[in-house]
């Protein structure tokens, strides 16, 4: 299957794509864990989104396209792949549709995450991730940890993403409505999208994904 995951920041996207991914044996390719990963190891390229992730813009498309275009060539995309945070504006889909197109495939889904705004801020302001693998994601209230400050799965520090700052999540929301809800009707005129709601449990959003995206799959064969 080739899925995109959109909803707002702290939606639980990644939460959710970690746990999909698994489920569905497909690679979970989250660009914003891609520019971590480059930030972390000090590259170039890392160098550069940093400033631009800390106020909660979004990185130029051309580096974010060509990050994006070369972790989906990778081999273990091609029986599929769940993006998570690509496409995040209309520029970027219409790349996606080039370079799914370049390889002769479609995307089978789109999965819209609905938040309300008040629930987004409140689990931003409590994630917690892991300095050793940017997927092992805490939250102080709804999923703390045993130990504070220290990841269940490895054992590395837990710490708070440096564009979880109270400016940074504004702009990021007002990017989300400017920017990124635009793919969504971009998608839904292709008749692509499922919105789900997703408060609740993250085993029952989880649930809820699965059940969408079994429904979609059947209404296409
Ligand atoms: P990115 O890393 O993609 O950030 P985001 O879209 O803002 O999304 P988040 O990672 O904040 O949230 P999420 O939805 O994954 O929520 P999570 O599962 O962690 O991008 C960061 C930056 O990178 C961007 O601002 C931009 O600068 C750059 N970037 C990335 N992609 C780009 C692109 N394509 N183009 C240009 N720039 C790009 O959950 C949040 C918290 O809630 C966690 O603590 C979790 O434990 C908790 N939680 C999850 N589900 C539940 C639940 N059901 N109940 C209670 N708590 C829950």
């Keep these: 299957m080739r899925i995109v995951l959109v909803g707002p920041p702290g939606a639980g996207k990644g939460t959710q794509a970690t746990l999909l991914a698994k489920t569905l044996s497909i690679p979970h390719v989250s660009t914003g864990d891609l520019f971590r990963a480059n930030i972390s190891q000090g590259t170039e ?10 106020s909660g813009k979004l990185v130029p498309d051309e580096v974010t396209i060509a990050m994006a275009k070369d972790r989906l060539e990778q081999s273990d995309a091609d029986g599929g792949f769940l993006l998570d945070g ?3 504006n209309v520029p970027q889909a219409l790349a996606l549709d080039e370079i799914l197109e370049q390889r002769g495939i479609e995307l089978d889904g789109v999965l819209d995450l609905e938040v309300p705004e008040d629930e987004v801020v409140r689990r931003i ?5 892991c300095r050793n693998e ?3 994601v805490f939250h102080v209230e709804y999923n703390p940890p045993a130990e504070e400050g ?19 999540v504004r702009v990021r929301l007002e990017v989300y ?10 998608y839904r005129k292709q008749g692509l999208v499922t919105t789900i709601p ?16 079994r429904r979609n799959r059947d209404s296409d064969s």
């Design 134 to 136: 940017g997927n092992h």
């Design 45 to 54: 390229l890392g160098l550069a989104a940093k400033s631009i992730m800390d």
């Design 125 to 129: 302001a409590g994630r917690r991730i």
């Design 86 to 88: 690509f496409p995040r």
């Design 198 to 213: 997703a408060l609740g449990k993250v085993d029952e959003v989880t649930a809820r994904a699965i059940e969408a995206l």
């Design 177 to 186: 409505h400017t920017q990124t809800e635009p793919i969504i009707e971009y």
């Design 150 to 168: 220290v990841c269940d799965v490895c054992g590395g520090e837990l710490y708070q993403r440096s564009d979880d700052t109270e400016e940074s």
